[in-house]
């Protein structure tokens, strides 16, 4: 299962940015679809992500501020991101989860796209 990022780039402290990422291949089932970040000399840390379900679980640190969305038809996920701040300045990288066609686990990531947030 491939994962195609988009809509990085440079944003000014307060200001929006969405994400949006597509997953493509072999795919039966997408369980979980999300956004995790890393920035430079930390850990990677969870963002967002959203169930098959319906559900969303977002890291504390965006909670009001970031929004998941899912088109489960398109295997699409977005990330809106309002109210960003420095401290959002990272790379950002699109995960799935779920059965491939062959029933086989797949536990996929996108090649990141690099958010920053500077005046």
């Known amino acids: 299962v491939q994962l195609v990022e988009s809509g990085g780039g440079l944003v000014q402290p307060g200001g929006s940015l969405t994400l949006s990422c597509e997953a493509s291949?072999?795919?039966?089932?997408?369980?979980?679809m999300g956004w995790y970040r890393q920035a430079p000399g930390k850990e990677r840390e969870l963002v967002a992500i959203r169930t098959s379900g319906g559900s969303s679980d977002y890291g504390d640190s965006v909670k009001g501020r970031f929004t998941i969305s899912r088109v489960n038809a398109q295997n699409t996920v977005y990330l809106q991101m309002n109210s960003l701040k420095p401290e959002d300045t990272a790379v950002y990288y699109c995960n799935a989860r779920g059965y491939d066609s062959s029933w086989k686990v797949y536990d996929s990531w996108g090649q990141g796209t690099q958010v920053t947030v500077s005046s």
């Open positions: 291949g072999s795919i039966y089932s997408i369980n979980g």
